[in-house]
């Protein structure tokens, strides 16, 4: 069992930045990767970042790649996404969740095991 929190969520004008927060508790941490998604009304919730277990190996979706950076610090049991550049297209509901370190593809939501409740980030144009 895992426990997820994201915070850091909120309103910013177009340009700006935020760092998102998740912040695990329960089972260990430094075993398992650690993915952003978002959803954005009316639309599916879609893959935004991973980071691996060592904190090695990033993944980013096209839309964020050169803007959006994901790190992690197990000694705290936090995953960041530090967001730059933002767009009004970035809105949504930004969660964080885990996947197993082997087997299946980052970029599939359903290799994502547990889930935060989300926070939300505005960007106003």
């Known amino acids: 069992q895992v426990q997820l929190v994201e915070s850091g969520g909120g309103l910013v004008q177009a340009g700006g930045s935020l760092r998102l927060s998740c912040a695990a508790s329960g089972r260990t941490f430094n075993n398992l990767a650690i993915g952003w998604f978002r959803q954005a009304p009316g639309k599916e919730r879609e893959f935004v970042s991973t980071i691996d277990r060592s904190g090695v190996y990033t993944y980013y979706s096209d839309s964020v790649k050169g803007r959006f950076t994901i790190s992690r610090d197990n000694a705290k049991n936090t995953v960041y996404l530090q967001m730059s550049s933002l767009k009004p297209e970035d809105t949504a509901v930004y969660y964080c969740?885990?996947?197993?370190?082997?087997?299946?593809?980052?970029?599939?939501?359903?290799?994502?095991?547990?889930w935060g409740q989300g926070t939300q980030v505005t960007v106003s144009s």
């Open positions: 969740a885990t996947k197993e370190p082997y087997g299946g593809s980052v970029y599939s939501i359903d290799q994502y095991d547990y």
